[in-house]
């Protein structure tokens, strides 16, 4: 857990209607507080966009100076890290837009209509715990999966699943339909499974015979 | 209803969410119940998506809280947020 997390979820809303309040009459420097939380989230959003770790922080840089100079048009009756979610969202699509690398939704249509949306076949699922993710290998295997997804379904997967928004949420951040957001949500999903479920099953056969015989868990019980 | 397998794929994803109509969840529990491969297939799913949501997956650049931050303090110090 990072320490924003830790303090995140923990504050609630009124806490950061309190900072928000404070900012606005003149406290400015608790601004850095009120983003502390979110970082994380605003770097995974942008990343999901630009597909570049540096463009993606020069993103989350000039959203996040956008909100302060916008704070006081926030209304209170969206989440904060939803306001702040569109606007980085926006700061990406800018710089899509300006470099003609827009994300073309008739073209993904297109390609869903020919996709194959089949589910890789396994017979058992051993699962993999979170500690397989302190290796790098583990680590890698998921990034790529992710950043080969079509950019539609890779932008519902990261404020879905990556970032734990509502259905709701999502759509409207991204101008679509919930049904439309449940399609893709799906889709994306299957699409992982297919291309992570063996990749993931290999490794962790892999990881067993190299430990002789002792699972991840075994391993961390071990330690 | 009985379901084929082909039918319980196309409910993974809400099966996932919780959010499958109760009587078609009944359904697709029915079908799990004997089919090792649409079990396998929902587990993996699952297990997937609680692994790409883990902050080590997409990890910040070094120093990335830092130069925000920094590049903040630099607006802070000089502008107050534009009136309303």
Known sequence: ???????????????????????????????????????????????????NSEEAEDVVQDAVLKAYRKLGSFRGDAKFSTWLIAITLNE?????????????DSLDEQREENADFTPAALTDW???????????????????????????????????DVEECSVNDTAQLLGISVGLVKVRLHRARLLLQKKLAPQLKRASKEEK??????????????? | MALNCQHVWDHIS???DGTLDPQVRADVER??????????????????????ADDRVFE???DFSKRLHARLDDVLKHEHPEPV
């Not at chain 1, 015979?209 to 330690?223: A, M, T």
């Not at chain 2, 079908?31 to 297990?47: F, G, K, M, Q, W």
Request: aromatic letters at 6%.
């Open chain 1, 126 to 160: 051993k699962e993999v715990p979170l500690a397989a993710l302190e290796r790098q290998e583990i680590r890698t295997l998921v990034q790529q999966a992710v950043a080969e997804l079509p950019d539609s379904y890779r932008e519902i997967v990261t404020l879905r």
């Open chain 1, 1 to 51: 857990m990072t320490a924003s997390e830790a303090i995140g979820p923990a504050t609630g809303n009124s806490t950061e209607a309190a900072l928000i309040t404070a900012i606005l009459a003149g406290d400015r420097d608790k601004f850095h507080l009120l983003i502390l939380p979110y970082e994380g989230q605003l770097f995974r959003t942008a990343l999901a966009l630009v597909k």
């Open chain 2, 60 to 62: 910040l650049p070094l």
């Open chain 1, 209 to 223: 015979n190299r430990r002789g015989g002792r699972s991840w868990f075994g391993r961390l019980s071990w330690l």
């Open chain 1, 92 to 104: 990406a699509r800018g710089r899509l837009r300006k470099d003609n690398r827009v994300i073309v």
């Open chain 2, 31 to 52: 079908h799990l119940a004997h089919c090792e491969i649409c079990s396998a297939i929902i587990d993996s799913t699952r297990n997937i998506i609680i692994l790409i």
């Open chain 2, 14 to 16: 809400e099966y996932i």
